[in-house]
């Protein structure tokens, strides 16, 4: 995951979170549903890009390994 991709993803979870905390305040039952939304999806995001990362590091392990084994 780039640090570009991890910025904005922790971006609209806090902005969810924000959004959630005022719909809370002002008993707007449709800014907290959009701020949990917002939340769920950004959580959803990281979830992935880190199942990327963690794919991405198991493959960089194996080439070490082929590179160590072969040489």
Known sequence: MGIGDK????AEEVGGKIKEAVGDAT???RLQ???AADQASAKAKQ???AVKDGVKDAGEDAKAAWNKATN
Do not use: L, M
Request: net charge negative; glycine share 16%; hydrophobic share 25%.
């Open 47 to 49: 979830a992935g890009e």
């Open 7 to 10: 910025i904005q993803n922790k």
């Open 27 to 29: 008993d707007n039952e």
């Open 33 to 35: 549903a959009e701020g």
